[in-house]
């Protein structure tokens, strides 16, 4: 194989609900000399699961996907965020929601003020009950109302980040009905056997359960089913999450009491994970088989309930020789705030940009393990922060709180109990003030505030802070009702 050999075949692996995605970016973004292999394994029942994904993900961008046909098709709706009962303590209950940054005063981060004002009172830990009144996203969602953010009569609304909540398979529906590359080549089979080259152990022929045979110059395996064919894969780092199974089914009705956005319930043994959708709901549990109840299990399964295995996991290599792993192939951070979808939109589109022109594929693969590894770590540390800051005493749970959280996580923990600074890297997906209100929610409270602080004349700043609240809550005010917003959104094509 020469080192200036062009790349002329890619072959491409997996489940629908991960296979679509990787694919309708490599269809938009590969050169025309290249040729696509789609391998869909559509073998037995498709759990049922729902997503709850960023309105301003710039994947939907990259495909110029338009949010109305993509709620439509897959019976979505939009969310403020995910409601959060039983964390951090039995009992408690926590609306978790994506945020701007909220206005400064004199330059001082509103969580800084507020602390200080807590220490005057020598109670630092009513800072979470004294954000309450500034955090518009949270308090907009649980009075069950909603607003665009580039509505113009409501300048707070600008703080908002709209989630999309829709159905995993439908949406898989929709991105292979809209984005198959016409050019590609697609096979529904699994692969069964594999021939890998003598001396490198690089990929060289897929044979399939149907009798075909693959050969290709990369391969890209998103659910696992041919990672696991093939000689030395790279090791998996186990997660914190104690779980081993997975239920989803749907269940019932969308409105439920007018809710509208995510709830995450913790129960001893497990989780459960309610999405209302614009014409049903989607429920999963997360559970561990040796603590969850048989009979609790049994009563919150609805209907086409699928159960599967669960395994947290994620290697810090997906990329080696020709054989990308993407997906469940690389990684199960679990579907608390969609970790797994997130993850792997952001890592088809770190594929696209590092398609390698020729065979020699050793530096792409380099880079794109450490860009990846990057935005891992920042999806996997902010959906298990949760669960890794937990008060709760029984079980599992306590074993979770007790384990030592991944490094990173740890870093970012540490510095913001020091004096509420949030650390951020590189390419960061959550913004600095969901980092921020999720951490004081789950009672991680900093010792020290911003010095700045201490210079402000807290008379002054009082005033300030009436009127930002006041403005808040005028805005809501004036937000229409969830429901009603939809209608109308939906009506605008109709």
């Avoid at 902010?382 to 007790?402: H, I, S, T």
Wanted: charged share 20%; with cysteine; hydrophobic share 45%.
């Amino acid at each position: 194989m020469s080192d200036a050999e062009p790349i002329t075949t890619i072959a491409l692996f997996g489940r629908p609900h991960e296979l679509w995605p990787a694919a309708a970016i490599l269809g938009q973004s590969l050169p025309g000399y290249i040729g696509l292999t789609i391998v869909e394994d559509t073998a037995g029942a498709a759990r049922p699961a729902a997503l709850s994904l960023a309105q301003s993900d710039d994947f939907f961008s990259a495909l110029d996907i338009d949010i109305r046909e993509l709620l439509s098709a897959c019976d979505g709706i939009f969310g403020l965020g995910t409601e959060l009962q039983g964390l951090p303590s039995e009992g408690a209950s926590f609306f978790t929601a994506p945020s701007a940054e909220l206005p400064r005063i004199a330059g001082v981060r509103l969580h800084d003020i507020m602390l200080r004002a807590a220490h005057l009172h020598s109670d630092p830990d009513q800072l979470g009950y004294l954000m309450q009144p500034f955090r518009f996203a949270a308090n907009a969602a649980l009075a069950g109302k909603f607003a665009s953010p580039d509505m113009p009569a409501l300048s707070p609304a600008r703080i908002l980040g709209p989630t999309l909540q829709i159905d995993r398979g439908k949406y898989a529906d929709f991105l292979k009905k809209s984005f198959l590359p016409k050019a590609a080549n697609l096979i529904s089979a699994l692969p069964v056997t594999v021939q890998e080259n003598a001396h490198n152990s690089a990929l060289e022929t897929v044979n399939l359960d149907n009798g075909d045979s693959v050969s290709a110059d990369l391969f890209v395996d998103v659910s696992g089913a041919l990672s696991g064919l093939t000689s030395g894969e790279p090791k998996k780092q186990p997660g914190i999450l104690p779980f081993d199974r997975v239920v989803g089914c749907f269940d019932g009705a969308s409105d439920k009491a007018g809710h509208h956005n995510r709830r995450l319930r913790a129960m001893p043994g497990g989780i459960a994970i309610e999405t209302p959708l614009r014409n049903a709901a989607i429920s999963e549990l997360l559970f561990s088989s040796a603590d969850m109840d048989e009979a609790a299990l049994d009563g919150m399964a609805g209907e086409g309930a699928v159960t599967e295995t669960f395994d947290a996991y994620y290697s810090a290599k997906p990329w080696t020789g020709n054989l990308l792993r993407l997906g469940s192939a690389s990684a199960c951070l679990g579907p608390y705030h969609s970790a797994d979808m997130r993850l792997l939109h952001t890592h088809v589109k770190l594929l696209a940009a590092h398609i390698s022109a020729d065979k020699n594929m050793a530096i792409e693969a380099e880079e794109f393990n450490h860009h990846q590894m990057r935005s891992l770590e920042e999806i996997r540390d902010f959906a298990w922060l949760p669960f890794v800051a937990n008060r709760r005493e029984d079980g599992l749970w306590k074993d979770m709180a007790d384990a030592p959280p991944p490094e990173s996580l740890q870093l970012r923990i540490d510095q913001f109990e020091s004096r509420g600074n949030f650390v951020g890297y590189d390419y960061e997906i959550f913004d600095s003030q969901s980092w921020t209100e999720l951490m004081i929610g789950l009672g991680i409270i900093p010792r020290r505030f911003d010095p700045m602080a201490r210079r402000l004349d807290m008379r002054r700043a009082q005033s300030e802070l009436k009127n930002l609240a006041s403005e808040f809550s005028q805005a809501i005010a004036r937000m229409p009702e969830h429901a009603e917003f939809m209608a109308e959104y939906f009506a605008e094509n109709t």
